[in-house]
């Protein structure tokens, strides 16, 4: 059955539909798979990596927002100082994201990377209940306490914090929270993120070299060209998808790209899942269930 016929979508409302969940699917699909590039960079220093990530994601940022004729857009965001003081925040926070992936990465620590990933909606429930004063619901209270369960049951069992995921999660959360309140379009608060990180990124080089980035290493080189670039475009793809589904599905389909992750680490990395990983994923599953059920079974695709 055609996505959306079920819905008595107009023809051209279902390729709207479509073209949406291609966009976003094709996103996701990247992110899920990013671990395999980022292997491919682990003997070069995180932070030249994080550098090289910065400056050719600024070119691919550039470049597409001169290919959708945004450049005017983009004059007007710089100008603002409101959106350059907030966007320099979600700059930093996004700066720690990537770092602490790559050094999971890295480890070796692909797992807790993913089940950093899956934490992050949850943290952003308690981000409304402490920023927005929300109120949660009985759902919410269950599910929050389930992934509480998650993480002690780690805590516990390895005798620390699962500091990676919580990394991860908690610094996505508070990005994606900052930049819902600055209400920044996807790609000019992008933009504006990597002007602000591009100095550091050529401050680093100039001082600490570059290993990983030359012409006698064409395939590490290329390597670090392709992670720039699919630190912009995703985005873009996925904001032409969210734009084109609902909340609940787009919502729904962010779990694709740690379950993928969740899947390399086991399978392809041979990263060991133990009876305490197994008992900390299943709480965040179930709370993830748990707080995604209702929400689904309202909502179309």
């Known amino acids: ?64 927002a001169a290919w959708q004729d945004r450049g005017a857009m983009l004059l007007t965001a710089l ?20 770092l602490a992936f790559i050094f999971a990465v890295n480890r070796g620590l692909v797992l807790q990377s993913s089940l950093g990933y899956f934490i992050g909606p949850l943290v952003n429930v308690l981000l409304g209940v402490v920023f927005l004063r929300e109120r949660l619901s ?56 990597l002007l602000w990180l591009a100095p550091i990124a050529l401050g680093y080089l100039w001082f600490a070299g570059s290993g990983g980035f030359s012409l006698d290493t064409p395939w590490l ?10 630190t912009a475009l995703p985005l873009v793809w996925y904001t032409e998808g969210s734009k084109r589904m609902t909340l609940a599905t787009i919502g729904i389909l962010q779990f694709i790209a740690p379950s993928m992750q969740f899947l390399l680490a086991v399978f392809a990395f041979g990263e060991p899942f ?15 269930a748990v707080y995604l059920w209702p929400v689904r079974k309202g909502a179309g695709a």
């Open 1 to 64: 059955m055609a996505l959306g016929a079920a819905e008595g979508l107009t023809p051209s409302a279902d390729r709207i539909r479509r073209a949406g969940f291609a966009y976003a699917l094709t996103a996701i699909g990247i992110w899920g798979f990013i671990p395999l590039l980022y292997k491919e960079l682990s003997g070069v220093p995180p932070f030249e990596v994080i550098a090289y990530r910065v400056l050719w994601g600024l070119v691919a940022a550039l470049a597409a």
């Open 79 to 98: 100008q603002s100082r409101r959106q350059l003081a907030t966007m320099a925040v979600t700059a930093t926070l996004i700066a720690i994201n990537w």
């Open 138 to 193: 009985l759902r919410q209270v269950v599910a929050v306490a389930l992934a509480a369960v998650g993480v002690l049951n780690h805590t516990v069992a390895v005798g620390e914090l699962p500091w990676i995921a919580l990394t991860l999660g908690g610094s996505f959360a508070l990005y994606a929270y900052v930049r819902k309140v600055a209400r920044a379009p996807a790609l000019e608060g992008l933009t504006i993120e």
């Open 221 to 230: 080189s290329g390597a670090l060209i392709v992670a720039g670039i699919s």
């Open 274 to 288: 133990r009876a305490y990983d197994a008992v900390t994923f299943v709480c965040i599953w179930v709370a993830l």
